[in-house]
């Protein structure tokens, strides 16, 4: 971290900033020019708060120069992460589909696509069971039967679960779920992520509406920092002026998240688009540009579905952009994940 400081800034005022720096456990480097002075900051930074630093009185401005992450950041852990779930690896080197419906909404409905998704080949059961409704009139998910169905179904299948948490009072209900996603709602829900820090268990953890990479993985940290280090970032578009899609695809975020971290990435072309028909070349895209995992809604019957319907494919539509997905997944040396419990 570097402070510039105000001209004028008197020998005293430089000495008890200095002071008060040392709290913070680093090393202070003051460098005299013949018109300003500036501190520099040895050390791990991670817990100044900048702002508390900026509003020092002789403070013109300051600077980070380490990113503000620790547990995310691959340059104090150059190593992937691999998350195993129930003999799957995300991030291991193989591409984890992750297809379902946006909502479970009958055990029918939720078994059928199941079957149908595992036998076009995704490796994971997606499945909300408490949904984040714009509108409180909206479907809101069956809560704790919806994820009683998933389990049915994970038994009939063997698909591992991922659904999504949006309550701390509901946590005790994901005991025996496989993967919690935390919605891009909630990605900023610090109680909620501090909570998931402290369980075993892997946290699909989404990009906020309008959030920054950082405060994506300033979210991460929030969760590793209270112990859990299974965190999986995913991409789900970001809001912008652009009206024509749900959300903007923002697939260069995929390789900029792996210089920056070593937690794996998945993208959701299902929310980043909105629209069916662009869920195949983005996933297409996503796959080429790194992802380790796709997060994509499947429904029996996509025109009656209780949400999302217009992002989500049918079971036959899914199954031929596997076909591609698998090619690609080939074709960038990342094959799809085929490993069975
Ligand atoms: C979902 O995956 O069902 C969902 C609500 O996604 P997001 O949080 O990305 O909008
Ligand atoms: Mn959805």
Redesign the pocket.
């Known amino acids: 971290m570097v402070i510039i400081l105000k001209d004028g800034a008197t020998k005293t005022q430089v000495n008890d900033l200095m002071d008060w720096l040392t709290r913070f456990d680093v090393k202070t480097n003051l460098v005299e020019g013949v018109h300003s002075k500036i501190i520099g900051l040895i050390g791990d930074t991670t817990g100044i708060d900048i702002e508390s630093v900026q509003s020092q009185k002789i403070v013109e401005a300051v600077k980070r120069v380490q990113e503000p992450y620790k547990n995310a950041n691959r340059r104090f852990h150059p190593d992937n992460t691999v998350i195993e779930v129930r003999g799957r690896k995300i991030g291991g080197g193989a591409l984890n589909v992750i297809a379902g419906p ?2 479970v909404e009958t055990e029918e409905q939720t078994i059928k696509t199941a079957i149908a998704v595992k036998e076009a080949g995704a490796t994971m059961l ?1 499945g ?1 069971a408490f ?2 409704r714009t509108s409180p009139y909206a479907f809101q998910g069956l809560g704790k039967e919806g994820i009683d169905i998933l389990k049915k179904a994970r038994e009939e299948t063997g698909l591992p679960i991922v659904t ?1 948490v949006m309550d701390l009072s509901d946590l005790d209900l994901f005991e025996d779920v496989d993967i919690i ?1 935390v ?3 909630n990605s900023q829900n610090f109680t909620l992520l501090k909570a998931l820090g402290r369980c075993d268990k892997p946290v699909l953890l ?1 990009r906020g509406l309008s959030g920054t990479l950082q405060e994506l993985l300033m979210s991460a940290e929030y969760i590793m920092s209270e112990g859990n280090t299974k965190v999986i970032l ?1 991409e ?1 578009g970001i809001r912008t002026y652009e009206t024509a899609t749900r959300n903007v695809l923002d697939l260069a975020s995929v390789p900029l998240l792996k210089q920056k971290t070593h937690l794996p990435i998945t993208v ?1 072309p299902s ?1 980043a688009t909105g629209v069916a028909s662009l869920i195949e070349p983005c996933a297409l895209g996503a796959i080429a540009v790194g992802c380790d995992a796709l ?1 994509i ?1 499947v429904h029996i019957d996509p025109q009656h579905a209780w949400s ?1 319907g217009a992002q989500s494919l049918t079971p036959e539509q899914f199954t031929a952009t596997m076909e591609k997905l698998r090619a690609m997944a080939e074709f960038c040396g990342r094959p799809i994940d085929t490993a069975e419990n």
């Open positions: 946006c909502s997606r909300g949904k984040p999504e996603q919605g891009a709602r989404k995913c789900r959701d929310h997060e809604e999302d």
